[in-house]
């Protein structure tokens, strides 16, 4: 079983950074891919970006591509997500996710943070 905690989720205005993180509890970390999406209220759980086990790929959603960046430290068993120029349409509860593959199904990944709110004011 992978437990996955977010944290750094907060109040940002336009413009500004801030990253998130997501522990895992798992020893073989280096074995799961990670990608974190996020869903705003009244909307689906959309891809945002996702790793692969050894951090040599990351993928973005277009909507994110250059201003977010993903990393990991697998000694840590942590991914993050750098997060900057931020804009309103990026306020969301944003989850990472464990999985075999770094895609941007959902559907794929198999482990499953409780989220963190990241509100973005104009």
């Known amino acids: 079983q992978v437990q996955l905690v977010e944290s750094g989720g907060g109040l940002r205005q336009a413009g500004g950074s801030l990253t998130l993180s997501c522990a895992a509890s798992v020893r073989n970390f280096h074995a799961y891919a990670m990608g974190w999406f996020r869903q705003a209220p009244g909307k689906e759980r959309e891809f945002v970006g996702a790793?692969?086990?050894?951090?040599?790929?990351?993928y973005y959603s277009d909507s994110v591509k250059g201003r977010f960046t993903i990393s990991r430290e697998n000694a840590k068993t942590t991914v993050y997500l750098q997060m900057n120029y931020l804009k309103p349409e990026d306020t969301a509860v944003y989850y990472c996710a464990a999985g075999s593959i770094p895609t941007s199904n959902a559907r794929t990944y198999v482990y499953w943070g409780r989220g963190t709110q990241v509100t973005v004011s104009s």
């Open positions: 790793i692969s086990r050894s951090a040599s790929g990351t």
